[in-house]
């Protein structure tokens, strides 16, 4: 029997819903079948989702790709020589230098697609724990310093400067602290927290350990949404196998040391990804606001002062602490400093994963990369920042994609989901999602919420009617004017983002596409 052949098909979910497992299972039986060996690597997704399943093979000559693959075009491609890297027409050559790769700047999703998850040894050969290193040679404080002087600003959403929660956690004196990671990821069309822990949990784990150490903190939590399994499955591994290997424990590689992480699954609600409902359903509760102050940094987790990240900002981690605050500072445009893994989803051509600098245009995420809309229709919204995200029309799509930039378009990057609509959509209907959103969501403690987001359903369908009495009588000009005040109340009254930034995808809707509005049924 011939040498076995390395060949890397996904185990990203994205990847096994569009029939990875399926492809793995045909290789390894026809390979088989032909007397071949293949060892099979099931990696992280390169985030190029129009390609998967994206399967590689390892040839003397480096990585050859090919994609999309059906586990029924497996027995073709085996005749062609796909052991060998052998011509077919899915044949791909080196994916990391197709455009769409080779131009996108990953740092904190370098190895994403590269690495065996499973394998702690790939990690460390591919630049892994060289932050932890780094920082176990360095005073808490500094390690903080550094945080603050990168410019890392929270990816979760309300991009919070990273340094300084991290320095309130540091100052406190306390017996336990903790870190928590948010994996709740509840923003429509994002996945860049789901691709890291599933493609490179270690990077998550270094970069908790970190910040453990950072502020003194012995016990770390992932809060993990229930509806990512592969992501569960990656992070357990990678736990025993960081904890069997002493990168976890009570002697942190061998530094005396000791910091440990556990995960919690959520239950699947929006408002658990909100970082203080997020501690209460950490500590067995049903998931509601806390009223802030105080801050969780002083009185978090079961009274503790405690971090509360994002599942990227952690993984930023440990580029800042390998290589250098300013090395990370240099990326970036005004005050949005470093990268941002933006998720490109909805009616796009090319959706995926592209991290770059902050500082990217709508335009050259959404034709650039995006290749335009799915149905080749033209591209009339996007939707940034998820489902609290303000719609912007295409005469806004030079707007640049960093913090800023998007406020003062009364919008949000959020945690970097774009959402590609074509000109089939109609907006009123939009708002009218936001609303109904927040009303299903909402975790009630705030009348402006609880009451608001539903009486504001009841005013949308009430406007999409369109009933040509309401529009001649003028009642249909007042309930747009109804809405707007509901906006301001909702904005202005609400306990946090829930209930405060639904407003945001309800006015822009109403502001770039009020046509759609006034419509006449
Ligand atoms: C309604 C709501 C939902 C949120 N959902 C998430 C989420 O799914 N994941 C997340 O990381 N942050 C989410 N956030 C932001 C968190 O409250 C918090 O700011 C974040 O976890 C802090 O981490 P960071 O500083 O690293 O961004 C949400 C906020 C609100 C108001
Ligand atoms: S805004 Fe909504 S989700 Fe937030 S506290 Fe108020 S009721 Fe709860």
Not at 176 to 192: H, M, R
Request: proline share 5%; aromatic share 6%; net charge neutral.
């Amino acid at each position: 029997m011939s040498a076995a052949v390395t060949v890397y098909v996904p185990g990203d979910a994205s990847a096994c819903s569009l029939g990875a497992d399926r492809v793995a299972r045909a290789l390894e039986a026809e390979a088989g079948k032909r007397g071949r060996v293949v060892h099979i690597v099931r990696n992280g997704s390169r985030g190029m989702f129009w390609l998967e399943p994206l399967v590689e093979v390892v040839t003397p000559a480096g990585r050859v790709a090919y994609g999309p693959v059906a586990a029924g075009d497996v027995a073709k491609l085996l005749d062609a020589g796909l052991l060998e890297g052998g011509a077919h027409a899915l044949r791909l050559g080196d994916i990391a230098a197709h455009p769409w790769l080779a131009s996108q700047q990953r740092l904190t999703g370098s190895r994403l697609g590269i690495v065996d998850p499973t394998s702690l040894v790939d990690y460390v050969a591919h630049g892994g724990y060289v932050g932890l290193r780094n920082a176990l040679a360095m005073q808490p404080v500094d390690i903080v310093r550094a945080i603050t002087d990168s410019g890392l600003r929270g990816r979760g959403g309300a991009a919070f400067p990273t340094g300084i929660k991290w320095q309130t956690v540091h100052d406190q004196k306390a017996g336990q602290k903790y870190i928590t990671c948010n994996a709740d990821e509840g923003d429509s069309g994002t996945f860049a927290d789901r691709m890291l822990m599933e493609g490179d949990p270690f990077s998550l784990i270094e970069g908790m350990t970190i910040a453990g150490i950072a502020v003194g903190a012995t016990q770390g939590y992932i809060y993990l949404r229930i509806e990512y399994p592969h992501a569960a499955r990656a992070l357990a591994r990678a736990l025993q196998v960081a904890r069997a290997m002493g990168h976890l424990g009570p002697d942190v590689l061998g530094s005396g040391k000791r910091f440990d992480i556990a995960v919690r699954l959520g239950a699947g609600a929006y408002i658990c990804g909100e970082e203080t409902s997020m501690l209460e359903s950490l500590e067995g509760r049903r998931g509601e606001v806390r009223v802030r102050p105080p801050l969780p940094a002083i009185k978090g987790l079961f009274g503790q002062p405690t971090v509360v990240n994002n599942v990227v900002t952690l993984a930023s981690v440990p580029v800042v602490l390998a290589r250098g605050p300013q090395f990370y500072k240099d990326f970036g445009a005004g005050k949005s400093r470093g990268t941002i893994p933006l998720q490109l989803a909805g009616n796009v051509k090319q959706g995926g994963l592209v991290e770059r600098a902050f500082g990217l245009t709508v335009k050259q995420l959404v034709y650039g990369y995006g290749g335009g809309s799915a149905s080749g229709r033209p591209v009339r919204a996007v939707q940034i920042g998820g489902p609290l995200g303000a719609y912007l029309p295409e005469s806004q799509f030079d707007t640049p994609l960093e913090y800023e930039a998007l406020a003062a378009r009364d919008g949000l990057l959020g945690h970097g989901g774009v959402v590609v609509f074509d000109d089939h959509v109609n907006m009123a209907r939009m708002a009218r999602y936001a609303l109904e959103f927040c009303a299903v969501e909402s975790c009630g403690k705030c009348t402006p919420c609880r009451i608001g987001s539903t009486r504001g359903v009841e005013l949308m369908d009430r406007i999409i009617a369109g009933r040509a009495d309401t529009v001649r009588n003028g009642a249909q000009t007042a309930d747009l004017a109804l809405l707007e005040e509901l906006c301001d109340t909702m904005f202005n009254g609400s306990l946090c983002g829930l209930g405060g930034l639904t407003p945001y995808p309800v006015r822009s809707a109403l502001k770039h596409f009020r046509e759609d509005f006034q419509r006449v049924n």
